[in-house]
C-alpha cells in the first residue's frame, strides 16, 4: 500500500487534496499538520476523511515544519488520538509521553537526515519496546549498501516495520518497501512538493513503479547510474512492460562507483535479472561480467548486464543501436568487410557511447578522428581502436561526412549549449550529423544541422533502438518501439503537463 503525504499551508487544501486522493484510489494518506500555516482544526479536517489518515506534526529537527512550542505539539497529537484517528506518527524520543488510546494504531519514528546509523537493529528494538504498532525508520543513505542492511532490517522484524533510505542512493527503498515487508510506503503528491529526500510522486509510484503491486515473484531490472534521477529509461522499459502484461518492474539504481562490485554481487539475491548501465559505469561493469559478447570486448565497454544462472553476461547495446541509425542514413558499401570504407567521421566525445560508435565505425572502414575537450582521453581512446584524435579546438579543421555527438552538450537543461560551431568552416550540405543527446531530442546541434540543410539523427532515435535491445535481452520478448518513442517524446516535450 502507498501512504500518499500531504502539506499544504491551508485546511482547505488539504481537505481537497484528500478527497482527491481517495477519489482517485489510494487508501491511505498522511496529513503534515506541521505544513498548517495556523491554528489546527482536527474536526474540520477528520470527520468527513474519505480514507484513513496518519496524523503527523514533525518538528524542524526531524525535516518538518513544526514551529510552535513543543507542548502544542504533543497535545495536537494526544487530540488525534482521542478524535479516533486511524494512525498518529510519534517519534521515538517522545513515545512514552504519549499513551495509547482507543483504536488509533502508534507509528514509532525514527529521522536521520545525515546518514544511515550502524546500530539499525538495537535502534528498532528499542523503538519496537515504545507500544509500537508498526516502526518507521528513514535515514540517509550514502552508499547503496545503506539500502541491503534496511532491506536486511525489514525481513528480519517482528513488528510491522517501514524502513526507507532517503536520496538518490534510496529511491530503490521506497519502491521495494512492501516487497520486502513493510506494511506500506510512502510518497508525496506532487513532485513540486517533496517532503524528503529521494520521494516520488504517488502517479510514478502507483502507475509507473506499481511499488504496492510488486511481490518476491515480480522480475526486477533497472538502470545502474551515478545519478541516476535524469534517467527516462524507468518511463519507457517499464510503460513496455505494462503494455505487455509482465509482472514486471525496472529501477532506478543510483550506485556509486566504488560500490558497482558489491552492487553486481548483490543483484541477484535482490531479485534483479538484468541492467542498463550508463555512466559512469560502462567500463567497469565490463570488467565484472563473466561473459561479454565479441563487440562489447571489442568496445572494453558495456551498457547491459544479464544476470543468468550465476553468471554475469555482458553487452553493448550502444553500438548496435547506433549502427542501425547511421545505416538508415548512409547506405552500406559493396564491400561487405569494410562497408563504409573511406566515410570520413569526426567523433565528439570520448566516453562510453563514443567508444561504441568509433570502434562500430572503424571495424567497418571508416576514416574516424576523436575529439574531446580533454585530449588525454582523446588519445587514449585512439590509441585503443587505432583511430586519429585531434585537439578539441581542431574539431572544426576535419572535413567531416559524418559528425557524431557524443558529449553531453546540449542535453536539458544546457539546452542552449552546442558542440559544434557550423559558422567555423564552409559545411557541405551532404553532412550527415547525429546527436545522441536525447532530452531534449531537438538539441541546438540538430537545430544548427538542419539550418544548413544537413540530414540529421536524433538521440531519441538512438536510445529507443538501444533500450529495444534491452528489452529483448531482458525477457526474450520483442517490444513496442512506437511505445517506448512516445513515451520518450512526451517526457521531454517542453509543453508536457507535469502532473
Same mark, same amino acid.
Given at each position: 500500500?502507498?501512504?500518499?503525504?500531504?502539506?499544504?499551508?491551508?485546511?482547505?487544501?488539504?481537505?481537497?487534496?484528500?478527497?482527491?486522493?481517495?477519489?482517485?484510489?489510494?487508501?491511505?494518506?498522511?496529513?503534515?499538520?506541521?505544513?498548517?500555516?495556523?491554528?489546527?482544526?482536527?474536526?474540520?479536517?477528520?470527520?468527513?476523511?474519505?480514507?484513513?489518515?496518519?496524523?503527523?506534526?514533525?518538528?524542524?529537527?526531524?525535516?518538518?515544519?513544526?514551529?510552535?512550542?513543543?507542548?502544542?505539539?504533543?497535545?495536537?497529537?494526544?487530540?488525534?488520538?482521542?478524535?479516533?484517528?486511524?494512525?498518529?506518527?510519534?517519534?521515538?524520543?517522545?513515545?512514552?509521553?504519549?499513551?495509547?488510546?482507543?483504536?488509533?494504531?502508534?507509528?514509532?519514528?525514527?529521522?536521520?537526515?545525515?546518514?544511515?546509523?550502524?546500530?539499525?537493529?538495537?535502534?528498532?528494538?528499542?523503538?519496537?519496546?515504545?507500544? %509500537?504498532?508498526?516502526?518507521?525508520?528513514? $535515514? =540517509? @543513505?550514502?552508499?547503496?549498501?545503506?539500502?541491503?542492511? !534496511?532491506? +536486511? #532490517?525489514?525481513?528480519?522484524?517482528?513488528?510491522?516495520?517501514?524502513?526507507?533510505?532517503?536520496?538518490?542512493?534510496?529511491?530503490?527503498?521506497?519502491?521495494?518497501?512492501?516487497?520486502?515487508?513493510?506494511?506500506?510506503?510512502? %510518497?508525496?503528491?506532487?513532485?513540486?512538493? $517533496? =517532503? @524528503?529526500?529521494?520521494?516520488?510522486?504517488?502517479?510514478? !509510484?502507483? +502507475? #509507473?513503479?506499481?511499488?504496492?503491486?510488486?511481490?518476491?515473484?515480480?522480475?526486477?531490472?533497472?538502470?545502474?547510474?551515478?545519478?541516476?534521477?535524469?534517467?527516462?529509461?524507468?518511463?519507457?522499459?517499464?510503460?513496455?512492460?505494462?503494455?505487455?502484461?509482465?509482472?514486471?518492474?525496472?529501477?532506478?539504481?543510483?550506485?556509486?562507483?566504488?560500490?558497482?562490485?558489491?552492487?553486481?554481487?548483490?543483484?541477484?539475491?535482490?531479485?534483479?535479472?538484468?541492467?542498463?548501465?550508463?555512466?559512469?559505469?560502462?567500463?567497469?561493469?565490463?570488467?565484472?561480467?563473466?561473459?561479454?559478447?565479441?563487440?562489447?570486448?571489442?568496445?572494453?565497454?558495456?551498457?547491459?548486464?544479464?544476470?543468468?544462472?550465476?553468471?554475469?553476461?555482458?553487452?553493448?547495446?550502444?553500438?548496435?543501436?547506433?549502427?542501425?541509425?547511421?545505416?538508415?542514413?548512409?547506405?552500406?558499401?559493396?564491400?561487405?568487410?569494410?562497408?563504409?570504407?573511406?566515410?570520413?567521421?569526426?567523433?565528439?566525445?570520448?566516453?562510453?557511447?563514443?567508444?561504441?560508435?568509433?570502434?562500430?565505425?572503424?571495424?567497418?572502414?571508416?576514416?574516424?578522428?576523436?575529439?574531446?575537450?580533454?585530449?588525454?582521453?582523446?588519445?587514449?581512446?585512439?590509441?585503443?581502436?587505432?583511430?586519429?584524435?585531434?585537439?578539441?579546438?581542431?574539431?572544426?579543421?576535419?572535413?567531416?561526412?559524418?559528425?557524431?555527438?557524443?558529449?553531453?552538450?546540449?542535453?536539458?537543461?544546457?539546452?542552449?549549449?552546442?558542440?559544434?560551431?557550423?559558422?567555423?568552416?564552409?559545411?557541405?550540405?551532404?553532412?550527415?550529423?547525429?546527436?545522441?543527446?536525447?532530452?531534449?531530442?531537438?538539441?541546438?546541434?540538430?537545430?544548427?544541422?538542419?539550418?544548413?540543410?544537413?540530414?540529421?539523427?536524433?538521440?531519441?532515435?538512438?536510445?529507443?533502438?538501444?533500450?529495444?535491445?534491452?528489452?529483448?535481452?531482458?525477457?526474450?520478448?520483442?517490444?513496442?518501439?512506437?511505445?517506448?518513442?512516445?513515451?520518450?517524446?512526451?517526457?521531454?516535450?517542453?509543453?508536457?503537463?507535469?502532473?
Amino acid at each position: 500500500m502507498i501512504c500518499v503525504s500531504i502539506g499544504r499551508t491551508r485546511h482547505k487544501q488539504t481537505i481537497a487534496e484528500h478527497q482527491h486522493l481517495a477519489d482517485s484510489g489510494v487508501q491511505l494518506v498522511e496529513l503534515r499538520l506541521d505544513y498548517i500555516g495556523r491554528a489546527v482544526d482536527l474536526r474540520r479536517l477528520l470527520d468527513k476523511r474519505p480514507c484513513p489518515v496518519v496524523i503527523t506534526a514533525r518538528r524542524r529537527e526531524d525535516g518538518g515544519r513544526w514551529s510552535r512550542s513543543e507542548d502544542e505539539r504533543l497535545m495536537l497529537l494526544r487530540s488525534a488520538i482521542a478524535s479516533g484517528v486511524d494512525y498518529v506518527d510519534i517519534e521515538a524520543d517522545i513515545a512514552a509521553e504519549i499513551p495509547r488510546y482507543g483504536s488509533t494504531k502508534r507509528i514509532i519514528s525514527f529521522h536521520d537526515f545525515e546518514q544511515t546509523p550502524d546500530n539499525l537493529e538495537d535502534l528498532h528494538a528499542a523503538m519496537a519496546a515504545e507500544d %509500537a504498532d508498526i516502526v518507521k525508520i528513514a $535515514t =540517509m @543513505a550514502n552508499s547503496f549498501e545503506d539500502n541491503l542492511r !534496511m532491506f +536486511e #532490517l525489514l525481513q528480519k522484524a517482528s513488528v510491522p516495520t517501514i524502513g526507507l533510505c532517503m536520496g538518490e542512493i534510496g529511491m530503490i527503498s521506497r519502491i521495494l518497501a512492501c516487497r520486502m515487508g513493510a506494511p506500506f510506503t510512502y %510518497a508525496t503528491f506532487s513532485s513540486e512538493r $517533496t =517532503m @524528503a529526500p529521494g520521494q516520488l510522486n504517488w502517479r510514478q !509510484m502507483k +502507475e #509507473l513503479y506499481r511499488s504496492d503491486a510488486i511481490t518476491d515473484k515480480t522480475e526486477l531490472f533497472g538502470v545502474v547510474a551515478d545519478p541516476v534521477a535524469h534517467s527516462h529509461s524507468p518511463l519507457i522499459h517499464n510503460k513496455a512492460f505494462i503494455a505487455d502484461g509482465r509482472d514486471s518492474c525496472y529501477l532506478p539504481l543510483r550506485v556509486p562507483s566504488d560500490e558497482l562490485e558489491r552492487f553486481v554481487q548483490c543483484c541477484p539475491a535482490l531479485g534483479i535479472r538484468g541492467v542498463s548501465v550508463t555512466i559512469p559505469h560502462k567500463e567497469h561493469a565490463l570488467d565484472l561480467c563473466d561473459q561479454a559478447e565479441s563487440a562489447a570486448s571489442g568496445i572494453g565497454a558495456i551498457n547491459t548486464v544479464i544476470f543468468d544462472e550465476g553468471s554475469r553476461l555482458g553487452y553493448n547495446t550502444d553500438y548496435r543501436a547506433a549502427m542501425d541509425c547511421i545505416s538508415a542514413k548512409i547506405p552500406l558499401g559493396a564491400d561487405n568487410d569494410k562497408p563504409y570504407k573511406d566515410l570520413e567521421v569526426l567523433i565528439l566525445g570520448a566516453g562510453g557511447v563514443s567508444r561504441a560508435i568509433a570502434w562500430g565505425l572503424h571495424n567497418r572502414g571508416a576514416r574516424v578522428t576523436i575529439a574531446s575537450r580533454t585530449m588525454a582521453r582523446s588519445e587514449d581512446l585512439a590509441s585503443e581502436l587505432s583511430v586519429r584524435a585531434v585537439e578539441w579546438e581542431e574539431r572544426h579543421d576535419v572535413k567531416a561526412q559524418l559528425l557524431v555527438n557524443g558529449t553531453p552538450v546540449g542535453m536539458h537543461p544546457h539546452v542552449d549549449d552546442c558542440p559544434y560551431d557550423f559558422e567555423a568552416q564552409a559545411i557541405d550540405d551532404s553532412m550527415i550529423v547525429f546527436d545522441t543527446v536525447y532530452n531534449p531530442e531537438q538539441t541546438l546541434l540538430i537545430k544548427h544541422a538542419r539550418r544548413f540543410g544537413c540530414r540529421t539523427i536524433t538521440g531519441v532515435d538512438m536510445f529507443v533502438r538501444q533500450a529495444c535491445y534491452q528489452y529483448k535481452l531482458f525477457t526474450g520478448n520483442e517490444p513496442q518501439p512506437e511505445l517506448m518513442r512516445q513515451a520518450i517524446k512526451e517526457a521531454t516535450s517542453p509543453v508536457r503537463i507535469n502532473r
